[in-house]
Structures are given as structure tokens and as C-alpha cells.
Nanobody
Framework: QVQLVEAGGGLVQAGGSLRLSCVAS???????SGWFRQSPGKERESVAS????????SYADSVKGRFTISRDNAKNTVYLQMNSLKPEDTAIYYC??????????????????WGQGTLVTVSS
């Protein structure tokens, strides 16, 4: 069972950038990966997904053009580069994974493995 550990969260001013990382306990070359987030009082929402090879990506409309998901399978790591951050991006960000190859999935119920989350706070 793969374990995921997120890092890179923190406090940043609006307009700033952060890069989140998600390190897996085993090779993830056959896993689809995704990032999700949850703000206080709100349901968890999708942010981005990437296919196992990195050849396919998908983003929520709210982050398109600002966030970039990528992966380095040699390092068992998935990244989320977040630019032009807004206060509404404040949330706990979770990394997720499921077995699969070419697909990208923005539905949280389709994922089997989750990290513990990392908090991102964007001040205005």
C-alpha cells in the first residue's frame, strides 16, 4: 500500500508562489496522481490530476493558468507549482494516487491512497 507525504505548504502573500511536493513510499510510475484541497466549512474539491507518465494533465477551472502539476517518477514525487496565489486558495492540500496509466481523474472518490495534507494560507 503506497504511502504519500506532502510538503511545501506555508503562509504566502497574495500574488506569491509555492511549490508543493508529494513523495510516495514506492514507485509511482503506474499510478495516476492528483491534488485536492479542502477549506474550512467546504467540501473537498479537485485541483489537478496527472497521468502516470506525465503526458496528460487536467485542472480545475479555478486554478487553470496559475497552477501546474508535474511528476518525477524517478524520485517517486508529484509536484504542484502554485503561482499568482489568491486568498481563496487557502486550504489544506492533499495528494492522492490510484493505479492506472494514461487517464487523468478529478474525482476524489476514484482515488485509493491519500496523504495527510499540507496547509496553504494566502494572506491578502
Amino acid at each position: 500500500q503506497v504511502q504519500l507525504v506532502e510538503a511545501g505548504g506555508g503562509l504566502v502573500q497574495a500574488g506569491g508562489s509555492l511549490r508543493l511536493s508529494c513523495v510516495a513510499s514506492e514507485t509511482i510510475s503506474s499510478y495516476i496522481s492528483g491534488w485536492f484541497r479542502q477549506s474550512p466549512g467546504k467540501e473537498r474539491e479537485s485541483v489537478a490530476s496527472i497521468s502516470s507518465t506525465g503526458g496528460g494533465t487536467s485542472y480545475a477551472d479555478s486554478v487553470k493558468g496559475r497552477f501546474t502539476i508535474s511528476r518525477d517518477n524517478a524520485k517517486n514525487t508529484v509536484y504542484l507549482q502554485m503561482n499568482s496565489l489568491k486568498p481563496e486558495d487557502t486550504a489544506i492540500y492533499y495528494c492522492a494516487a490510484r493505479r492506472g496509466i494514461r487517464a487523468v481523474i478529478l474525482i476524489d472518490s476514484r482515488y485509493d491512497f491519500w496523504g495527510q495534507g499540507t496547509l496553504v494560507t494566502v494572506s491578502s
